[in-house]
């Protein structure tokens, strides 16, 4: 049943107590869906969560605290699973707090994001990254590898710990929007983007495909750094012939890690030295 109060809204099949079973080995144990009553992973004996429904509602406690009713109100919330339900990936977006970034060719307006990522089978670590929603391209855009807070499922992991980290954590989406209009700022005219490209990305392959996005982006915004951002967010949005990136079909349902994944790849690729290196090309 739809709760209106709630932010995340879960799926009954996903509101279910973990349980663990012993294997036939000391060292590993079974997770149990208690809903199901069916195994769903095995896991180290250190091995400690909390349930999906648990950890969704601690974020969205934390997201409710930090922001008025006005920017939450219709905020759009995507839940996708994967590994039979032992994964949840919470994709939320705020369209009332927004910013634009503007270029010498186009101005786009961007909104807050926030994603949460919870597993129960030992497949991924209990997660929440800050970001943004580009509304020009609809392209979902994480930060850096700072700006997250991210705890494992070791056997002293407390759910109450990472809230509290989580309400501690850099939450600045206006302080985000001024590094991404210091990117549109930044003009790339001359400049080889090409090889940056091949450099940062580390595949000719992909590194051709991506070449061709960053100059789509440039016809529409500019040669500029926030271009370049957003043809690696491009890839990390999309998986079909918009940019030739399709993924593999893996089964599972593991769609949204794949994508996810991507996200990963852009996090570390603007971390990287190369990309740092065009801050200083103004």
Not at 141 to 169: C, H, M, P, W
Request: neutral net charge; hydrophobic residues 35%; proline residues 1%.
């Amino acid at each position: 049943m739809l709760d209106t109060n709630r932010l995340i809204q879960l799926n009954d099949n996903l509101k279910f107590d973990i349980a663990y079973e012993k294997t036939r080995l000391p060292s590993k144990k079974y997770v149990i869906n208690t809903l199901t009553d069916t195994p769903i992973g095995i896991v180290g004996k250190s091995f400690n969560t909390t349930s999906h429904m648990n950890f969704i509602d601690g974020v969205e406690n934390v997201i409710k605290e930090n922001r008025t009713p006005y920017e939450l109100e219709n905020a759009k919330v995507k839940v996708s699973t994967a590994k039979d339900n032992a994964v949840i990936i919470a994709d939320i977006t705020l369209p009332n707090v927004t910013t634009k970034i503007t270029t010498d060719k186009h101005t786009t307006t961007i909104a807050e994001r926030i994603i949460a990522l919870h597993g129960v089978d030992g497949s991924m670590s209990n997660q929440v990254f800050f970001g943004a929603i580009d509304f020009f391209c609809t392209n979902g855009q994480i930060r850096g590898e700072y700006d997250k807070v991210r705890r494992k499922n070791t056997s002293n992991f407390n759910i109450d710990t990472f809230i509290d980290e989580l309400q501690n954590a850099k939450q600045d989406f206006y302080a985000q929007s001024k590094k991404l209009q210091s990117w549109a700022n930044i003009k790339l005219d001359g400049v080889d983007v090409a090889e940056i490209i091949k450099n940062i990305v580390k595949s000719d392959r992909k590194a051709e495909k991506m070449s061709s996005l960053y100059y789509n982006e440039v016809a529409n915004r500019g040669a500029n750094v926030f271009s370049l951002y957003s043809a690696f967010t491009n890839y990390s949005s999309y998986a079909d012939e918009r940019n030739g990136f399709s993924l593999k079909n893996m089964g599972n349902d593991t769609e949204s890690l794949s994508m996810w994944n991507r996200e990963q790849e852009v996090s570390k690729w603007i971390s990287s030295n190369e990309f740092k290196k065009l801050e200083l090309v103004a």
